[in-house]
């Protein structure tokens, strides 16, 4: 079975400081890692997607994200956080399941960027 | 180009009333999806249609149903509201990728419903 942890709750970083916001997965063969994004009161949205290819991906608004698959891991990431980054963040993995593709979700980080 | 939307944005439903909450989605999208959210929990997927005229059941399926009416739109019923239906409800859409392999296109979201049963 599919699955997606994140290990923390919540992570706080200091504006201008770089942020990292972390993912591990498990799935059987090759995943495909999702970002998504979700302001408040809103949709999710996304942010970026490894599918195959280069371990870096780049997405909106400037994050990126590293595919790591010895550690399975497929941290979210950028060099200079702003206040306005503060949102809660989903990393996700497909599956294909009777046809279907699937979303498997994290249970959220909540970034919070300070002054 | 409205993308994904769901209505009503709010719903407040005493024990045991139904509703239908609706999503519709004007990209030409096959795959269209129904997930709850609730707090320290993610996204769990309800049902979810590949296709128009296919639905399946997702990861909690109970109490729910739905139906793909059209290309654009799949609505999810509430028969008989309980309180544990308290949630977020999202609707999602996509495109698929080629029988039997796993698309690599992104998930589009609507805003949500915001349910509460008393």
């Known amino acids: 079975a599919q699955s997606v942890a994140q290990p923390e709750d919540q992570v706080n970083v200091a504006e201008g400081n770089p942020l990292t916001v972390k993912c591990t997965y498990s799935v059987s063969g090759n995943p495909y890692l999702f970002w998504y994004v979700q302001y408040p009161n809103r949709g999710l949205q996304f942010l970026l997607k490894y599918i195959t290819g280069d371990n870096l991906v780049k997405g909106s608004y400037g994050f990126e994200a590293e595919f790591n698959k010895s550690q399975t891991s497929f941290h979210l990431k950028k060099p200079s956080a702003l206040v306005s980054d503060s949102a809660l963040y989903f990393c996700a993995v497909s599956r294909l399941t009777g046809g279907g593709n699937k979303l498997t979700f994290g249970t959220g980080t909540q970034l919070k960027v300070e002054l | 180009n409205a993308g994904v939307t769901q209505t009503p944005k709010f719903q407040v439903l005493k024990t045991g009333q139904s509703m239908t909450l609706q999503c519709a989605q004007d990209m030409n999208h096959n795959s269209m999806y129904w997930y709850r959210q609730d707090p320290g929990m993610g996204l769990r997927l309800i049902y979810y249609?590949?296709?128009?005229?296919?639905?399946d059941k997702g990861e909690v399926p109970n109490g729910y149903n739905v139906s793909r009416l059209n290309k654009r739109e799949f609505s999810l019923r509430l028969e008989s509201a309980a309180p544990s239906q308290t949630s977020v409800y999202f609707c999602a859409s996509t495109s698929p990728g080629l029988a039997g392999t796993l698309s690599s296109y992104e998930q589009y979201f609507g805003p949500g419903t915001r349910l509460t049963v008393t």
């Open positions: 249609s590949a296709s128009e005229g296919t639905t």
